[in-house]
């Protein structure tokens, strides 16, 4: 066994492959288009590819230097999966030997036609969103899967050794909610003691089969938690002490990325874990007295942003590095967080503009920005990085001077706002403008926006984007399926409709590309959920808006029908969660500016006629802050910046937002101060839990809890619809209400989503009659 750790490592890996290779691999094994073994067989190229991509880098092919970090879905459902942490309604997934397969591991994921899948929720301040195991005093804790044995038999068989990952006892319980059937006020942390001998009895089996370091991921302890502060701090010593204190393991490396430890630094220091992993970026330095608690231990340095593209300052990392060279023993370079936040390698990228590549540092330019700093501690001649730290300096001068970074214009506008320009009138009064303006029944139904993209719509704007059609005959494509859509949401009854939003790629993306200030990648692809990918757009510059972006499709969509369409727009907080953002200003200036793009827009759809318009933040819980004590200023400025976006809309005008997957209790009195007029949120995964949270608030505004989890192919009935809107009308007063899906329809098929909404509306109907 190795015991000393690498002097360079990373914490992850973006898994997704460099062409979204897995995302192809999962949905056609789903769509019954290959075989489970194909599937399997896809899955092992991309772990291998991976893995020699990464030693062809420069990481230690032979000292745990390289993560076993794959997963075919979510790392929180491999590890429930792995400790078969399966609610009471998926008893029978399991096979006869006890184990849980590939089928049963994507119906926990994705759920079937009588039972809904697990929730998902978003991964700490992230753009990635996991799935939520559901944790009862009754749930039978056994091994169940083998996947982690069989990761490192394959590397082996490569002659690479690995460091297997998997979501440490104190995380994967915290993040966990408590089953349906568990008594009020069960938490899953109690199972501690029940779980941790199978962590045991894992790490026995991967000592024998040759594992020299597990990694064990503790993000949660970054973050407060419901859970008191002194019962965390006790999990994590026991938990630690029993895993460490294990006769046969290997070496246990636990990594807390997303923010400090804080206080629970010194509790880890003492249990005698091998190493530990410190997000330097976000945490910033402890204090000296913590980490001279370490002794032994080593200190895995995260000081490389895995959480962003833009190159190191390496002389200011290095200064850093010098800090703790002298207050601790042993030293890793590694990077802040898992590099499946960020894509695979700039140099996939020859369309940018080369000064703005040359700004940039995708998975593979972090490993080399990794393996450069290790220098520094791997007791390699004094200045043999000097002229990589000089070239660093250069990148960051360039860049500070670069036309777009700073145009005086734009803070000009910014510098001579006012009060009144982040203000609407009164509730009441823009209430009764909207009655006399709109006249929609009580429940009202609509859609969030996006409806299915089939194969056609895609090839159109790809052909338009090569050229291969002109503007008039693409436009004659977007309005025949805008007037599709259109048809379908007349016939089906909804009382408020949407365009479809055929022409957008991706609802950030989208305003990126005619906005100033921002650029777009080819294949700059990470990981949303599931075989769910993005591409974060790069916004390097000060943003402003040339010319309107959305009006000639909502106008003529509006031209087709006399009912109310939306004009669809993307917030600015989730224009900046879902881009890789410049660092060198404030993110509130920076949302400011985006916000006055979009108050631009909103007027220029009002004199177009639209009646309705919606302003997307389904991201403003993802950048909320980990720590309750910095939560304060960020609601202030992504609040603030909405309102500015919206503030300009007339009285009459109706506004609208919406939010996913937003653990609405946390932020109801943000998400209030917003002053939209009518607010839809996911809830239909979660079973309607957040009407609890608006009757306890008192949330006086328009409400859409949605009743469709469009994230499951599952086609939810009537009466099921039903059932979620008769909880709704129990805790909300139905003049509040409204009826629609969790979420946009952009990644479902037309024939699962017609049926879906036509129940959906066939409910909405119902149970009106009964009010």
């Known amino acids: 066994m190795s015991s000393e750790f690498p002097a360079a ?182 199972r501690l003691e029940d779980l941790l001998p199978l962590y045991a009895d894992l790490l026995g089996r991967l000592a024998a089969a040759g594992t020299d370091w597990v990694q064990l991921e503790e993000p949660a302890l970054v973050a407060d938690q419901v859970v008191p502060e002194a019962e965390v701090a006790a999990a994590v010593e026991r ?121 940039l540092a995708f998975a593979d330019q972090k490993v080399a920005e ?27 001068a360039s860049r500070a001077s670069a036309v777009g970074v700073n145009r005086p214009e734009v803070r000009e506008r910014l510098g001579s706002l006012t009060p009144s320009d982040f203000t609407r009138g009164p509730y009441p009064e823009r209430v009764a403008a909207q009655e006399r303006a ?35 005959e693409y436009t004659a494509l977007m309005q025949e399926e805008i007037a599709r859509v259109i048809a379908l949401q007349e016939a089906l009854g909804f009382d408020v409709l949407v365009h479809g939003e055929p022409e957008r790629n991706d609802m950030v993306q989208y305003f990126a590309e005619h906005l100033d200030g921002f650029d777009v990648t080819v294949n700059g692809w990470v990981q949303s959920y599931g075989s769910r990918c993005t591409r974060p757009s790069i916004l390097w510059g000060d943003v402003s808006r040339p010319a309107p972006i959305t009006v000639r499709w909502a106008e003529y ?72 004590a910095q939560r304060p200023d960020y609601l202030a400025w992504s609040v603030n910046s909405f309102r500015l976006a919206t503030s300009g809309a007339a009285p009459s005008t109706q506004v609208h937002t919406h939010l996913c997957y937003s653990e609405f209790g946390a932020i109801i009195e943000a998400i209030d101060g917003l002053d939209a007029d009518v607010t839809s949120i996911e809830a239909a995964r979660s079973r309607m839990e957040v009407v609890h949270d608006l009757q306890a608030h008192g949330f006086a505004r328009g409400v859409g809890p949605g009743v469709y989890d469009i994230h499951s192919p599952r086609v ?19 003049r509040q209400l409204w009826v629609n899906p969790d979420c946009g329809l952009k990644t479902r098929g037309y024939a699962e989503t017609t049926e879906s909404l036509g129940n959906l509306v066939n409910a909405a109907v119902r149970v009106r009659a009964t009010l």
């Open 557 to 628: 969509a509006q031209s087709l029908t006399s009912k109310p369409v939306k004009g669809m727009l993307t917030g600015p907080v989730t224009i900046l969660a879902w881009s890789f953002v410049r660092e060198d200003l404030p993110l509130g200036e920076t949302a400011n500016q985006v916000a006055l793009a979009l108050r631009d827009e909103v007027s220029d759809l009002q004199r177009a006629g639209i009646r309705v318009i919606q302003v997307d933040e389904p991201a403003l819980r993802e950048l909320l802050p980990l720590r309750e």
């Open 716 to 734: 939810p009935d009537e009466d099921e619809v039903a059932d979620l809107l008769g909880k709704a009308v129990q805790h909300v007063p139905a």
């Open 438 to 472: 709109l006249k929609l029944p009580v429940l009202p139904t609509t859609t969030i926006g996006s409806f299915p993209q089939t194969a056609e719509v895609r090839s159109a704007r790809a052909r338009f984007n090569r050229g291969d059609l002109t503007v008039g």
């Open 239 to 359: 938990a630690y002490r029993y895993l460490a204190g294990a006769a046969e393991r290997p070496l246990l490396l636990v990594t807390t990325q997303y923010g400090s430890l804080g206080p629970l630094l010194p509790v880890l220091a003492g249990t005698g874990i091998d190493a530990l992993h410190l997000d330097l970026v976000k945490g910033g330095l402890p204090p000296a007295q913590d980490l001279a608690l370490l002794g032994g231990t080593t200190l895995v340095a995260g000081v490389v942003d895995g959480h962003n593209i833009w190159k190191a300052d390496l002389a200011a990392v290095a200064g850093r590095l010098d800090t703790l060279t002298g207050s601790v023993g042993r030293v890793t370079v590694a990077t802040s967080t898992s590099l499946q936040h960020v894509p695979h390698d700039v140099d996939d990228e020859p369309d940018l503009d080369p000064a703005l590549r040359s700004w």
């Open 9 to 190: 490592t990373i914490i992850g890996y973006p898994r997704i492959g460099p062409r979204r290779e897995l995302k192809t691999a999962v949905e056609s094994y789903w769509a019954s288009r290959t075989s489970a073994a194909e599937l399997e067989a896809s899955a092992r190229q991309l772990r291998q590819d991976g893995y020699a991509r990464l030693a062809s880098l420069g990481l230690s092919q032979t000292a745990s230097a390289i993560p076993a970090s794959f997963s075919l879905y979510d790392q929180v459902l491999d590890t429930a999966v792995t400790f078969g942490a399966v609610p009471a309604r998926f008893q029978d997934l399991y096979d006869d030997d006890g184990s849980l397969g590939l089928d049963a591991y994507f119906t926990l994921a994705r759920g079937d036609a009588g039972r809904p899948p697990l929730e998902m929720t978003k991964w700490f301040d992230t753009n990635y969103h996991y799935l939520v195991p559901e944790i009862g005093p009754e749930t039978r804790f056994t091994l169940a899967n083998d996947w982690i044995l069989r990761a490192v038999s394959e590397a082996a068989d490569l002659g690479i050794t690995v460091r297997p990952t998997l979501i440490g006892p104190v995380t994967f319980l915290l993040l966990s909610k408590a089953a349906d059937e568990a008594p009020d006020g069960f938490s899953p942390l109690s």
């Open 370 to 396: 990794v393996l450069t700093l290790s220098r520094l501690v791997d007791g390699s001649p004094a200045g043999s990085i000097d002229g990589a730290i000089a070239d660093a300096t250069a990148v960051l």
